[in-house]
């Protein structure tokens, strides 16, 4: 089995698949007279396709435009203030995802708080904070819940676990995010013209091919859901030029060997058992319609938000366009901060902190070459 | 949006499972995936196994690039 | 003697003197040139080069390796690198009080051991004990003394077309230390690089004049020390991402954190850049030592008027690298 996932890397085979993604798009060029543009909503398909240098190869072919999922990135700032100002009560532990630790807050990060000597832990996996809050019954746990649909099932997984172990010391901060409600949103305001979108492949896993029809059913675009290797990328951005070309839209399910057309029911029950639709702010859009989670009022006590009185603060302003480069309306490079006075060893906004933000990924893959 | 990383199960228990990943091992939970096989391989996420990767479908999508490739050489695009 | 160090340990009274003579005489010898409050050391001809670095690894022992070996190897490597024949080293330890002796005596132990493979003395020592909490079990500094037994040049000559060589596998020592520390829930069967290669670098010098500089990538891995040689000459290097070695286990382990190996710590390997003609002499020569044997020719001077570092990704598309900016940490998205 290794042997045929590490073909999604050779170079005999993504060599050629390169020159021919780039020579559909010159087709497609011919006829449009204009480049294809499709939108990556995914961060870790921004982060994969700078990387492997896909998205430099084909800057004259194809448009390939960073959509919302990071989920450091579209996490809007009122939210992240509130996570750090957790880190200021006394008798608690903040356990994070390490994606979290570097983020500006509007007065400190994360891990200038642990500097300071605020017990901050770094998790790998979401699970060890319940072990954290079984050894530390003295102290509150609480887990900064991020993330989209892969990682949300995780995160009912800890409400399951300290449930059943009848914690009164364990809490999560919510601020999740859903893939369809943002993505509605782009299509309905008409701000970003788009050919298709490159599906997550890893959301998908839990939300199954079939939760994408309504792009198709409702808006008349096309989706192909893409895997994270390099060949994997290339033949999903090739089928989605060639749908571009044929003027057709359908949802191409192109990561077959882990996607189903269902997609992961245990995860999903499990996330409903425990979390209900609410709205959300998202990072320079506002707020949309039920386009997250929460906890349900009958486990409230495993609320953060409910169990702690953190006073919401107007954020500080900053020149920082994250907002814009989140929705596809401007690149990286064109906002006036980028690789100046915000670099990834000095961020200030979260795009340039995630591994997977769009500015980020531009600043650390496409920036100096030549 | 998310990490996922293929990892192949090398001891299974009740909840949770040993996983390699070329040499390296670590515990992750199988809840989401109740029917995955020792020897399976997995796609992890944030400590769990979140899907079990078909080997059937993947070999094809191998078959599938290779034609791609093949085909490139002898006929024309559209 | 009591099984652990106290403050009494360090007063400079009875039990340092045990000390001195039960752990550090008895592992280091009791040179000519130690006696005195100073060691007394002959004048060589020539330039000597001098070196200090401190190790605060946490854990103290780890695959592959200890606090004390790494003591040893990073500052004889330091010189090593320099072109400089390493000869004497100088060490001072801060040991936290409630330290276990038998600890203590593995690690000078361990120091003993690796200063003898490099061909070194150690002769001058001191020893602090502070309070509980005062350090975190055991801090070591090391200074290092050589001599430059040849001229070397101050600004390498580089020239388009020059060879990069690293000495073996990548980020070994990074996720040996990581994954011996156990909070992230990984295993792995990876050990520590860390050597001395001095003896290696010999090896390579004297097969080639033509050698331009070496490093020795620790902190900021590969990546951070080749963007400091690019930007300090003005240099543009291109690494060719597939000949870069890097073992399974590194690799797997890096995938399931999100992390970068050629941001990962080494402490056995060496950058060596040459000019094309020799390097073949060059990766010959190293790969007959064990420190060597996975030694390859990872890239090349490609640009000798801009300074940036350069990586062909499996692709065949180029792009830029740069430093590591802050601390790696696991992530999942």
Partial sequence: ?370 | ?78 | MSQTINLAHGDGGELTHQLIQDVFVKAFGNNEESKFDAAIIPVQQGKIAVTTDSFVVKPLFFPGGSIGKLAISGTVNDLAVSGAKPLYLTCGFVIEEGFALKDLKTIVQDMADEAKKAGVLLVAGDTKVVERGGCDGLFINTTGIGVLTKETETVPSFEVGDDVIISGTLGDHGIAILTSRGDLGIKSAVESDCAALNTMLEKATAVSKQVRIMRDPTRGGLTTTLVEIAEDFGVTITLEENAIPIKDGVRGACDLLGYDPLYLANEGKAIIVVAHDDGDKVLEAIRQLPEGQDAECIGKVTDTSKGQLLIETPLGVKRALHRLSGVMLPRIC
């Fill in chain 1, 1 to 370: 089995m290794r042997e045929i996932l590490n073909q999604s890397s050779n170079p005999e085979i993504i060599k050629p698949m390169l020159e021919l993604v780039m020579e559909k798009a010159e087709m497609f060029k011919q006829r449009f007279h204009r480049k294809p543009v499709f939108m990556e909503v995914c961060g870790s398909h921004t982060h994969a396709l700078a990387k492997s240098g896909i998205k430099q190869a084909l800057k004259e072919y194809v448009r390939l435009i960073s959509g919302p999922g990071c989920p450091v990135c579209v996490t809007d700032q009122r939210s992240i203030d509130s996570m750090i100002e957790l880190s200021q009560g006394e008798n608690r532990i903040i356990c994070t995802f390490g994606d979290m630790m570097r983020v500006p807050g509007s007065k400190y990060s994360l891990m200038e708080e642990r500097t300071k000597g605020k017990d901050v832990r770094v998790l790998y996996a979401p699970t060890d904070a319940i072990k954290i809050a079984e050894d530390n019954p003295e102290q509150e746990i609480i887990f900064l819940g991020i993330g989209f649909e892969t990682t949300i099932p995780i995160l009912a997984l800890l409400m399951q676990e300290a449930e059943k172990k009848q914690l009164t010391n364990f809490s999560i901060w919510m601020t999740t995010k859903l893939v369809r409600p943002v993505l509605e949103y782009l299509l309905q305001s008409g701000e970003v013209a788009l050919d298709g979108f490159l599906l997550p492949g890893h959301v998908s896993i839990v939300l199954g091919e079939e939760n994408y029809s309504f792009l198709v059913d409702d808006y008349h675009i096309s989706g192909v859901i893409a895997g994270f290797e390099p060949a994997e990328l290339l033949s999903s951005v090739q089928k989605l030029v060639q749908l571009a070309y044929d003027g057709e839209a359908k949802i191409i399910n192109d990561y077959p060997s882990v996607v189903t057309k269902k997609g992961n029911s245990a995860a999903r029950n499990l996330m409903a058992r425990y979390f209900e639709e609410c709205d959300e702010a998202w990072r320079g859009i506002g707020t949309i319609a039920k386009s997250g989670l929460d906890i349900k009022p009958a486990y409230r006590q495993f609320n953060a938000k409910l169990k702690f009185n953190i006073k919401q603060q107007e954020p500080r302003k900053t020149k920082c366009r994250c907002g814009e480069i989140i929705v596809g309306k401007i690149d990286p490079e064109e906002c006036p901060l980028f690789g100046k006075a915000c670099t990834p060893r000095k961020p200030i906004g979260p795009c340039m902190v995630s591994d997977e933000g769009s500015c980020s990924a531009a600043y650390l893959f496409m920036r100096g070459l030549g």
């Fill in chain 2, 1 to 78: 949006m998310c990490v996922g990383v293929p990892a192949k199960i090398i001891e299974k228990h009740e909840y949770s499972a040993v996983v390699d990943v070329m040499g390296s091992q670590t515990n992750v939970g199988i809840i989401f995936v109740p029917e995955v096989e020792l020897g399976d391989y997995v796609i992890v996420h944030a400590g769990q196994a979140i899907s079990i990767i078909n080997e059937q479908y993947a070999k094809e999508s191998v078959v599938e690039w290779r034609k791609m490739v093949d085909a490139r050489n002898s006929e024309p695009i559209f």
